[in-house]
């Protein structure tokens, strides 16, 4: 019940550390537009997968293949940022070629889980 303590004070104590840093260094205009955004990408991330995998609701498959879709969203935010801080535009270049495979990859999983035939099938290929 209480696993978000911990990663709101871990954010917290990342986001003070990097802010210091860059305080010390002048750069907290990197700091603001860059490296905040990612820190609390990853930790909605985090806090998504601690949802989808705490809910036993659906099989494993089914919550693997959420979170791993989820990365396809994440990482265009991620060239997203990269290109409001460098270009001050966004234009989705090398996220794209990322996300293709990863989400077919997500709904090819996603389907499979509902096959169960399918499932012990893979489970005596691989000696499960």
Sequence with gaps: KKKF???IIELISTEG???VIAYLNNGLHWFLYLVCPFIFIVWLYLILCIFIFRNKKYNFLRRFALAFSSISVILLVIESCID???NEKIILNWSIYAVLPITIIGVLIFIISYN?????EIKQRIFI
């Excluded at 169960?116 to 012990?120: F, N, V």
């Design 84 to 86: 409001l801080f460098k």
């Design 17 to 19: 550390l990097l802010f």
């Design 116 to 120: 169960q035939k399918l499932i012990d």
């Design 5 to 7: 303590i911990p990663l």
